[in-house]
Every structure is written in C-alpha cells, then in structure tokens.
C-alpha cells in the first residue's frame, strides 16, 4: 500500500513555479522519498529522491521537512510540458519497490 | 540510445493466445522490473529480477513468466491470455539490490489489449 498522500489535483500558470504537496506522515528513518512523474501513457520519469536534506537537479527541488513527514516538490518554471500525473513515493527500505499511488495531475496552463 | 526500450509498443491478441513482451536495458544496472498499469491507471509491481534472480513476485497468476537470459533482458511471458490481462506493461531497471537509493527507469510501456 502506498504510504503518502497528495492532492487530486493542481493547476499552474505556465513560467510560475509549481509546488505539489506530500504528506508521509509514517516514514521510517530510513525511507527515501522519490518523486516521478507519468505524462500522458509514456513510462514513469525519474525527477528527485531524497533522504532527509533538500535535493536539487535540473529538473526540480525537493523540500523536506524536519520531521520528514511531509515534503514538496518544486518546479521552478513550469512549462505546458510539464503537465503530468505526479507521484511521491516512500521506498521501503529492505526491498526494491517502489509502490505507487494516485499520484496529483498537474495542469500547467498558458 | 534509449535506456530502456520494450517490442512490441502496442500488443493486440485474442483471449487464449500466448504472448512475449521483451525489455531491454543498456544501462549496466543489476535489477530489472516488470510493473503493470490498469486502466485506472494504477501502477504495480509484478516481478523485479536481481543478475538473473527473481527478486519479488508480488502474487501474479502463473500463467505470467519472467524469463531474464541474463541482466541486460527480461522478458515476459503470458500464457492463456484473458481480457483483465489488457493493460500497460512498465520494464524498469535499477543498479543494484535492495539499493534504494538508485532510482528506477522506466520504458515506454507495452500497451496490451486482449480482445
């Protein structure tokens, strides 16, 4: 079962910055946070995983909190092609998975 | 150069028949996965394939078979096809056992549609 929560749904202006929210309140010491994101029916595509500090890429920076039970994924300038499905995962530590759930539909508009 | 490719894109086969989907990746990594998306959209783990070992089986129907003829290629196997096996069906890899720190990449998918 997947161990996080996210909004349904969100929308961005286009060149704005995105922050999709996460809540996994029930995260192991241990547990990494992935986020990946599914546009349209292509494969999952890896953005960011984290531990306990804020990671930044190319693509994106993930902000967690102190008590990492919560995080947020930021796109700085969201652009029309990063309307996606969203999801944030905590990977369980003793096995490989990576179990996904619902995930948030971003909408970024013009 | 694709990392991770899968044949066929798009599968389209009658109830019964007996099909292959094959992945590939050219990335080095030790760990390779199938996952299956619904038509709700969610995705699951099917079966992850650490140097040719079979890793997890997340309690599929026998009639799917993972066969890795070594840890560049898994392939999957579906016999007596029926019509809940229409689906999309994820390859993924990743370096590493149990090494949740190294990100999975996915393929494109193979979109199946048992008719």
């Known amino acids: 079962d997947a161990k996080t929560t996210q909004p349904t749904s969100m929308d961005c202006a286009e060149g704005r910055a995105a922050n999709l929210p996460c809540n996994h309140s029930?995260?192991?010491?241990?547990?990494?946070v992935y986020w990946y994101r599914q546009i349209h029916s292509q494969g999952p595509q890896y953005i960011i995983h984290?531990?306990?500090n804020n990671e930044t890429n190319e693509m994106a920076s993930l902000i967690i909190t102190e008590d990492r039970k919560s995080s947020t994924l930021i796109l700085p300038h969201a652009t029309l092609r990063d309307t996606a499905v969203y999801y944030c995962?905590?990977?369980?530590?003793?096995?490989?998975?990576?179990?996904f759930g619902t995930g948030t539909r971003l909408q970024v508009f013009p | 150069d694709t990392a991770v490719s899968q044949t066929p894109k798009y599968l389209v086969t009658q109830m019964g028949n007996d099909k292959s989907i094959k992945c590939e990746q050219n990335l080095g990594h030790d760990t390779m996965y199938w996952y299956k998306q619904d038509s709700k959209k969610f995705l699951k783990i099917m079966f992850s394939y650490n140097n040719k070992e079979l890793i997890i089986n997340e309690t599929v129907p026998n009639r799917f078979s993972p066969k890795s003829p070594d840890k560049a290629h898994l392939n999957l196997h579906i016999n007596s096809l029926e019509l809940g096996d229409s689906a999309v069906y994820f390859c993924?890899?990743?370096?590493?056992?149990?090494?949740?720190?190294?990100?999975?990449?996915f393929g494109n998918g193979t979109r199946l549609t048992v008719t």
């Open positions: 995962i905590v990977r369980t530590y003793n096995t490989d998975k990576l179990i």
């Open positions: 984290g531990l306990k």
């Open positions: 993924a890899s990743s370096q590493g056992k149990s090494s949740y720190n190294s990100p999975l990449h």
């Open positions: 029930t995260i192991s010491g241990n547990e990494y």
